[in-house]
Nanobody
Framework: QVQVVESGGGLVQPGRSLRLSCAVS????????MSWYRQAPGKERELVAS????????KYSDSVKGRFTISRDNAKNTVYLQMSSLRPEDTAVYYC????????????WGQGTQVTVSS
């Protein structure tokens, strides 16, 4: 059974940091590219960061570049999103995605974790 479980969200003040984790099971983690998406109220889901299967390449949206870092631990079947210098506009539900080679079938999502940046 495939499971994708995000954790680490919460309420944080502007300028502070937070680390999200996404633990997966039920498929071969190292064969999947991993991504973090987010969706703010009234907005479409957007790609925040992605990392290739062996972690050699990462990509970031312009809005988080230089502030967020995606990483993965293939031994722990976990992907992380380290978020620094958080801003109120980073407030959203953050989702973890696992995808095999661009497939629309081998494409798994977590339930999301809420991140709220507010003073």
């Amino acid at each position: 059974q495939v499971q994708v479980v995000e954790s680490g969200g919460g309420l944080v003040q502007p300028g502070r940091s937070l680390r999200l984790s996404c633990a997966v099971s039920g498929f071969t983690f190292r064969n999947y590219a991993m991504s973090w998406y987010r969706q703010a109220p009234g907005k479409e889901r957007e790609l925040v960061a992605s990392i290739t299967r062996v972690g050699g390449n990462t990509k970031y949206s312009d809005s988080v570049k230089g502030r967020f870092t995606i990483s993965r631990d293939n031994a722990k079947n976990t992907v992380y999103l380290q978020m620094s210098s958080l801003r109120p506009e980073d407030t959203a539900v953050y989702y973890c995605n696992a995808n095999w080679g661009g497939s629309t079938v081998l494409d798994y999502w977590g339930q999301g974790t809420q991140v709220t940046v507010s003073s």
